[in-house]
């Protein structure tokens, strides 16, 4: 005999074998029973319409020599306890079981008979009705196909020939029926839907079931005197309904009934043919009250449809039937949960019980107590569809209690998804966001490849119109979402306020919180007392458990005035420590995340938030590589004591942030601090306040002993001893990897520029690859050898001089002539130059040989500001020089916003673009560019095949509607005005009957009303107008960027193309995109 007690069956059965547990003898006990009449003869079979999949089918009716009297399903029975001794034993009557109970009729001609192979498996005296005085004993016999009910256990030993409470006996093929005895069918046993037990004490049992002809929800309940002979008709009952299960499966779904849910599914966006499963359960609800066997109806239960979406699990009630048609879905709403609100999985070893337990954030948990025979399969269909939406998942947020033969059952495949490269992430955003009801398409990000600890994760700003930060629960579907996702590198909340998440707490359910590693083994960290907001748990989640997450950004934020006030259960004072040092240091310090590079730039720390920096800086399993902390508020003893705890990390530490902070620091001190670090590639150092003395901010002792990749001292004040301990470290070959320098509003002069630039020298007339930031600084006064190096081309490859004031116009100009005949600057940054007046004639002359005769530059910004209190533009003569361009070869990218070109300006961009092969970005916004140039630039494009990004003027046409507005609505106020009001006052006084005045002031108001209409008018055909040049520009540019992506395919393989170069056309109409 197989493990489950039933012979040989399915595999799928025998994984479920807990649910059958036969109290009943062996085969051989079983079968030495016979009848008492072998020579009976068989009836022929007769023919009934059962209901089938689909409507109903003709199956054959279980026959015997013993009848049962049912009811008949046309015509009331006059008594129910009518005498039957008038009929013929051998009289046919047809059967049904229209209800749960039956009574005998002396007027139907219907009946039902056992098949003589029919065996009792089990048969006891039970207690049935409610109350103390409906109560009535009555006996029930369990056969292998059926369950019957006698009213006394004589009639039942009567109808087959033994006592019914032995197992195994055959039915007797002698038993009449003119006895009068009553009998009734309760169910079929494949048509049992589930067997559970009921009442306070476990005494009760409740057999739910369909009804055999129209298939609609029925139920009875057998009260026993005991658990014990409870429990054993529970086991007979589920044994009996599981081994014929294999033989007879239960009645099939009509084909109406499954439409209607798959509408319902669908009404809800929650349908998918491959996700899309139905079962019959038994929903149990306790109402208030003394749950008793005095007050049963206290309890009671329905029977619904559990349907399993994409991303819900729907319980819709059954419709009540009591024709022959099918059941259908109740038109009551039905109740939907995320699956990823899914909190416990309970199953019971005893009975047919189950439940779901959902709980939204911050919510109570929602238990669904239900019952059915199909308990193990929906078990395993809920798992399923919680591991498809979160399948890298290892430890579920979720209690599991089933019982040991379940737990290690093969989990059913996976349907795999197309295209998902993310490891599902976008699937359980959108299982997140569903379970939370929010709206997936509002949440932003990208996904860059290009960066440093790479591929990282950059969360955008939400979609939705006028809302820059995202709510609580948008928050905790992202961190929710990303939490065991090991795509990425480095996450990045750059710019965006986790404030909301930071003040909210969960006090209804912890199951969300990290307590173990990855591994499974418990976790007992040092965290501060009481409960922890969401943000804690969220970030040390995602710390924890993201296995190849090495960095994240966390840069602006937690604003500083939300520190200040909180709606927490604990109030927030100034010893409240911030949330994301709180939830990621106490990892740090044990060695528990691989997290090493971490960005807490602008978030506001105090003496709380020491500690912690403080504690995991000094300990050697943090292995921080990277720590930036600017703008954080830190004084000098605060950022003392942290340099001396980092000082364990001088092999791992890589990269080094503390700028605008408010302390002064001691040159000697802060050299001393760094100087520990030899493995420092990236030190920012800008905005700090040094104490007075001759020493320099960085010694060359202390450059040299590092190999810096970026060095930031912009806005610190450097005296001559550090501009020459820079210079000493720029001709050394300690700096070779150094390209990013930044000095910007550093005081230095063009003295100091140009020692610079000759130390970075190191082959004539080659550009060293470094991007030196000179911008702010005196460049004007004692410029000679400045503008010798620019002229000589010791000079690096990109330079920015952004904001640099020339108080006379010569200056400026000798600095235009050196970059003319310049050869090793390819990008240029002289954006908000000042001048004192407008470019002059000869201004603009140098700027068009500069445009004509420069062949090295290939990106230039000479983009104009303004500002409120100043504004710095090159005027008019920057417009006679943009003609120049014609002629240029080399410059690809030309940013020319803020300069107020006008409609001159433009028509002089539209002659470049007709005749320039070179150019390919064009930044031209904010120069009051209206209609008729931009329409002249647009003609232009028509020959021009090499561009690939020009603005759509968006910021030029909202303000060209604005002026026209004003100048269209401003009303016209007559020479006269003052004297035609003083004379019109008196006379609407005192001449009321006055019609020709009258019609005067209504001819008034409808010429107004004609004014407004016209300028509506006006103003929606200029409308018109720039959104059709705006189509225009959309199509020139994609025609010109499908032709670069065919031209680079034709480089790479001639004749035929490449998905880089799809991918590079699809990059590039990003751009134009914006």
């Known amino acids: 005999m197989s493990r489950n007690g039933y012979g040989h069956g399915s595999a799928r059965r025998k994984s479920f074998a807990f649910f059958v547990r036969p109290t009943f003898s062996s085969e051989s006990e079983t079968t030495q029973w016979t009848t008492t009449d072998d020579s009976t003869p068989t009836k022929p079979r007769p023919k009934s319409l059962f209901v089938g999949s689909g409507g109903f089918a003709e199956t054959p009716t279980v026959v015997s020599s013993r009848k049962v009297l ?46 003589v192979s029919a065996v009792v498996m089990h048969a006891g005296e039970v207690v049935t009705g409610s109350g103390l005085l409906r109560k009535k004993k009555e006996y029930m016999v369990l056969t292998n196909q059926e369950l019957l009910k006698y009213k006394s256990e004589a009639k039942a030993h009567e109808a087959f020939g033994v006592g019914g409470r032995h197992p195994g006996v055959r039915a007797s093929s002698v038993a009449s029926i003119g006895d009068g005895s009553g009998h009734t069918l309760i169910t079929l046993i494949h048509h049992v839907i589930s067997v559970t037990y009921a009442g306070p004490d476990h005494d009760c049992v409740q057999v739910d079931y369909l009804d055999g002809l129209s298939g609609s929800p029925s139920s009875t309940t057998l009260t026993l005197t005991c658990r014990a002979d409870a429990q054993v008709w529970v086991d007979r009952l589920r044994s009996v309904a599981a081994q014929v299960r294999l033989s007879s499966p239960p009645p099939a779904y009509p084909d109406s009934t499954v439409e209607q849910i798959a509408r319902r599914l669908e009404a809800e966006k929650d349908y998918s043919p491959m996700h899309f499963q139905i079962f019959r359960v038994v929903q149990k609800t306790g109402r208030s009250g003394n749950r008793s066997t005095e007050d049963l109806q206290k309890m009671y239960s329905a029977m619904c449809y559990l349907a399993i979406g994409i991303h819900k699990v729907h319980v819709l009630p059954m419709r009540l039937t009591t024709n022959k048609g099918a059941p259908s879905v109740a038109p009551t709403p039905s109740s939907s949960f995320g699956i990823l609100n899914l909190a416990g999985l309970w199953i019971s070893s005893d009975d047919d019980s189950f439940s779901l337990t959902f709980r939204s954030p911050c919510r109570y948990a929602h238990k669904l107590g239900l019952g059915s025979a199909d308990a193990p399969d929906i078990i395993q269909a809920v798992r399923q569809a919680v591991e498809y939406l979160r399948p890298l998942w290892q430890i579920p947020p979720f209690s599991i209690d089933l019982p040991e033969s379940m737990k290690d059952e093969p989990w059913p495949d996976i349907p795999p998804t197309p295209g998902d490269d993310l490891n599902g992430f976008d699937r359980t955003l959108a299982a997140y966001c569903t379970a939370y009801g929010l709206d997936a398409s509002h949440i932003m990000y990208t996904v860059s490849t290009t960066v440093e600890d790479a591929p990282q994760f950059q969360l955008l700003p939400p979609a939705r119109f006028g809302r820059r930060q995202y709510t609580d629960l948008e928050l905790l579907a992202i961190l929710r979402t990303l939490r065991w996702n090991d795509t990425f590198c480095s996450i990045s909340f750059s710019g965006l306020s986790l404030d909301s998440l930071a003040h909210v707490y969960d006090r209804y359910g912890s199951e969300y919180e990290p307590r173990c590693e990855r591994s499974g083994r418990k976790i007992n960290l040092k965290t501060s007392e009481g409960p922890k907001p969401l943000l804690v748990h969220e970030l040390r989640a995602l710390a924890l458990y993201c296995g190849k997450l090495r960095r994240m950004d966390f840069w602006d934020c937690i604003p500083k005035k939300a520190r200040s006030g909180s709606t927490s259960p604990i109030e927030a004072g100034p010893d409240t420590a911030c949330p994301i040092v709180e939830a990621i240091m106490p990892l740090c310090r044990r060695g528990l995340t691989n997290v090493d590079w971490l960005i807490f730039n602008g978030i506001e720390l105090g003496e709380a938030d020491l500690d912690w920096l403080v504690d995991a800086a000094a300990s050697r399993l943090a292995h921080f590589r990277g720590i930036e902390l600017s703008r954080c508020g830190l004084t000098e003893r605060m950022l003392t004591l942290f340099l001396n705890a980092l000082s364990v990390h001088e092999n791992t530490l890589e990269s080094l942030d503390i700028c605008g902070n408010p302390c002064r620091m001691n040159a000697a001190s802060l050299n001393n601090a760094v100087t520990y670090f030899p493995f420092l590639r990236k030190l920012n150092l800008s905005r700090l306040l040094r104490s007075s003395g001759d020493d320099a901010v960085l010694t060359a002792e202390t450059l040299h002993r590092w190999r810096l990749e970026e060095l930031d001292l912009s806005e610190t004040r450097l005296n001559t001893e550090t501009v020459e301990a820079i210079a000493t470290y720029l001709a050394s070959p300690q700096s070779d990897a150094l390209y990013n320098l930044a000095l910007s509003q550093c005081g230095l002069t063009a003295r100091d520029v140009a020692l610079l630039m000759h130390s970075m020298e190191r082959t ?311």
């Open 70 to 115: 049912t009811k008949g399903p046309s015509q009331r029975p006059k008594s129910v306890f009518g005498s039957l001794k008038n009929r013929e034993p051998s009289s046919p009557i047809v059967t049904s079981s229209a209800s749960s109970s039956f009574g005998d009729s002396s007027t139907s001609d219907n009946y039902h008979t056992l098949p």
């Open 764 to 1074: 004539p007339d080659k550009a060293r690859n470094l991007h030196l930031h000179i911008g702010q600084n005196s460049l004007a006064a004692d410029a000679a050898d400045f503008i010798d190096c620019i002229a000589t081309g010791k000079t690096p490859s990109h330079l920015t001089m952004k904001g640099v004031d020339y108080p006379k116009e010569e200056p400026f100009q000798e600095f235009i002539r050196a970059l003319t005949i310049n050869k090793t600057i390819t990008y240029l940054d002289i954006s908000k130059i000042s001048l004192p007046y407008q470019a002059g004639d000869k201004t603009s002359a140098l700027l068009g040989e500069l445009f004509a005769k420069n062949t090295t530059l290939k990106d230039l910004d000479i983009s104009g500001e303004q500002a409120i209190l100043e504004s710095a533009s090159l005027g008019g003569g920057l417009r006679k020089a943009l003609g120049r361009l014609v002629e240029n070869t080399s410059l690809e990218i030309l940013r020319i916003e803020l300069q107020s070109l006008g409609t001159p300006g433009a028509m002089a961009l539209a002659s470049v673009l007709s005749k320039n092969t070179t150019l390919r970005e064009l930044h031209c916004e904010k120069n009051d560019v209206h209609l008729q140039g931009f329409t002249a630039m647009i003609d232009a494009l028509e020959d021009n095949h090499s561009i690939l990004y020009v603005p759509r003027m968006d910021h030029d046409r909202v303000e060209q509607m604005r002026l026209l507005k004003e100048k269209l609505c401003q009303p016209a106020i007559p020479d006269n005005w003052d004297h035609h009001r003083h004379l019109e006052k008196p006379e609407k006084k005192s001449s009321f009957r006055n019609k020709s005045s009258k019609n005067k002031k209504v001819a008034f108001t409808e010429g107004d009303a004609l004014m407004e209409a016209g300028v509506d008018q006006n103003l929606m055909l200029l409308e018109e107008k720039w959104d059709s040049e705006a189509v225009r520009l959309q199509k020139y540019l994609r025609r010109n960027q499908q032709i670069l992506a065919q031209e680079r395919s034709r480089q790479r393989r001639p004749g035929v193309g490449s998905a880089s170069s799809i991918g590079s056309m699809g990059l590039m109409w990003g751009v134009d995109a914006r």
